[in-house]
């Protein structure tokens, strides 16, 4: 046993909370150990002290005001028993159960009418997909990679086989 | 015409049967025999004025409604110092939850250290009355934290046991032991102060 617990099992003992053996041996100990027996005398007066010794005082309220004060709390909490205990009537019921679930069936059918509706391309634009698009003039297609961060867009255009106009190209 | 129980002649069980069947007015008596009671009970523990007030008019609130739970195991105000002490334990709960408790947690913290020092020797008799050893204790119980007040006025001044305060403060025997020592020693050593300076001990 440590000091600290030393002290608080003779505490416990001047207390009344050690008792039978334990509190023989404790004793044993004290009536043959100087130290114990004093800090067994220091514990005594020190626990001595306090004996009877709550300081008496008054409410600080007039005895006829701190009593309705009282009686205020009792009617208004009794109040308040009664309405709780008093039958919830049945348009109460109805809002107070009935509209919530309504509220809840109808999120729920939402949420699944969105599930099931055709996929909107700008959805689809994270996994890999082509686009085709077609003009008078040009045709385009492409291709984009999410997982590569990479578009590949194809033109096809009709080119002008005319002299002049394959001149110009290869100029 | 029935005649008006003699409510301030009545003796205290026989208040509290008239209470339980729903007499306001033998209440009102419990009251005003106990009232300075219960207010003394929560003000040790709390220290402050107000809300000993709020605490034992809580106190009072609950017995009415709690009346039929009382079957006389316990004196009358016993049971209702027992009512105000678990609202004053609430409150110092709530209040440790608002705010951080950087001092408690401190002393907790140098308990070890604390308790290998000396515990000072004190002569409560040398030059004092019980009036004025009384209002030094109670001068010194204010300086104490809350923890350690609480522990010392629930073992003092309530007399409960080791097990019962442990319960109460949702902690262990042992912490219940050290807190109770901490306090003991804590207000030895701030008497000593005291009568030191007021040049009634060397």
């Known amino acids: ?171 | 015409m029935p005649e008006e129980p003699a409510y301030s002649s009545a003796e205290e069980p026989r208040l509290v049967e008239w209470a339980k069947v729903g007499d306001m007015q033998a209440f009102e008596e419990l009251v005003s025999r106990y009232r300075d009671r219960i207010y003394v009970r929560a003000y040790s523990i709390m220290r402050n004025e107000d809300l000993a007030v709020d605490l034992s008019q809580n106190a009072w609130v609950k017995a009415w409604q709690r009346l039929d739970q009382f079957h006389g195991e316990a004196s009358f105000p016993t049971w209702l110092s027992r009512i105000v002490t678990n609202l004053c334990l609430d409150e110092l709960r709530r209040q440790k939850r608002a705010r951080m408790d950087s001092i408690e947690a401190m002393e907790e913290a140098t308990g070890p250290i604390e308790n290998r020092l000396e515990m000072e020797t004190v002569d409560p008799v040398e030059g004092l009355s019980r009036e004025e050893l009384r209002e030094r204790i109670d001068a010194a119980l204010a300086k104490l934290s809350d923890k350690h007040r609480t522990v010392i006025v629930l073992y003092e001044f309530e007399q409960l046991e080791y097990r019962e305060i442990a319960e109460k403060m949702d902690t262990s025997i042992g912490t219940v032991m050290s807190r109770l020592f901490y306090a003991r020693k804590r207000l030895a050593s701030l008497l000593k102060e005291t009568l030191k300076r007021d040049g009634l001990i060397e």
Not at chain 1, 27 to 35: F, L, M, S
Not at chain 1, 63 to 73: K, R, T
Not at chain 1, 80 to 89: D, G, N, Q, Y
Not at chain 1, 146 to 151: F, L, Q
């Open chain 1, 1 to 171: 046993m440590n000091e600290n617990e030393i002290q608080l099992k003779i505490q416990a003992l001047l207390d009344g909370e050690l008792t039978g053996s334990e509190a023989e041996d404790l004793r044993a100990r004290i009536e043959t150990d100087d130290r114990l027996r004093e800090l067994h005398a220091r514990l005594t007066a020190v626990r001595g002290l306090m004996d009877g010794t709550e300081l008496p005082r008054t409410l600080p309220l007039p005895g006829d005001f701190h009593w309705s004060q009282i009686a205020q709390a009792i009617e208004r909490e009794d109040r308040e028993t009664k309405r709780l205990a008093r039958p919830v009537p049945r348009a109460n019921w109805l809002l107070r159960w009935v509209m919530p679930l309504a509220g809840a069936a109808c999120l729920v059918l939402l949420l699944t009418l969105q599930l099931n509706a055709p996929p909107d391309l700008g959805i689809l634009l994270s996994s890999d997909h082509e686009l085709e698009l077609s003009d008078d003039e040009i045709d385009v297609m492409t291709y984009n990679t999410g997982d590569d961060a990479m578009s590949i867009v194809w033109l096809d255009y009709a080119i002008d086989l005319r002299p002049d106009t394959l001149q110009l190209w290869l100029d």
